[in-house]
């Protein structure tokens, strides 16, 4: 922490990147009236400092022919969410896996191919001896990102 | 759609890195950065390629937290309910989903108070019947690639 504040210029480039990652820096300085270097260096710096941890592209995972996304609300017998936790790690599939406070104790989102192997991981987790339900959501269509909505223009760097 | 070398080489350069050159993807493959460019602009047309991002990390810029919000609805109307969700400046990703929901959301969160304001703005949409939040312990860990791979 730096104590920097993002100024309008980073804030700018944040917005036309997220937008589309592909922006030229010709394209962000002239808006900016800065130079091309000055966005260049900014990009790097933002970098630097984790704020922009990359660039990527958002894929179709249906026509890619790669399956569902599904969401699992799993609880667990007290204390047994860290060691759950672990062993779902281990499961194929998954994309993103963590502790949660709420309805359940562990949440977790795979992309699965078909219904068999949504039900032989939904199977898997239940056997697990400190898994108390298993509770399941199927990502129906495409899901709707808006990464580039986030806020940030409060923000303290 | 049927899928060679060249689509794979794009979706797999620009996955990791999306402002990579046509020229440099281009010159590994052994064909014209036109080629390239055309095939990029045709996995858009196709849908295949939705958009391409920066990925942020929301802790540096001013997110504590992430939320998952389980939305319960009055039957036919999720389509339009999940239209407004998207439009919620922190909401990452929204779908609708088949179980114990009829849509899921999850965002990013600034603090307690946010997470409550949150909970009203889709509390108060016409025909939500029942909110629930699940607060993510400890994962930060968001980016695009994690929802699509």
Redesign the interface.
Known sequence: MSGKRMDEIDVKILRMLQKDARTPFKEIADHCNVTIDTIKNRFIALKERGVIRGSTIVIDPKKMGLGNLVILGIRVVERYSDSVLNMIKKIPGLCVATKAIGKYDLEAIFLLNDIEQIGTTKEMIEDFPQVKSVDIGIFVDKPLLCPKNFEFDQVIL | ?K?DKIDNAI?KN??????TSFREIARKLKVSPDTVSNRFGKLQK?????????????S????SF?A?F?IKVKPAYSSQI?DKI????????????????DL?AVS?VKNFQHLCDLRETILEMPYVERV????????M?????????
């Open positions: 759609m899928f979706i620009l996955k990791v890195d999306a402002r196709e849908g295949i390629i939705i958009d391409t991002t920066v990925v942020i990390d929301p540096k810029i001013g997110y992430i998952r389980g999940l998207i439009t919620i400046s922190s909401i990452i990703v929204a779908s609708k989903i088949v179980g114990v929901y899921v990013v629930e939040i699940g607060m993510w312990v400890k994962t860990e968001l980016s695009p690639q994690y929802f699509l791979i």
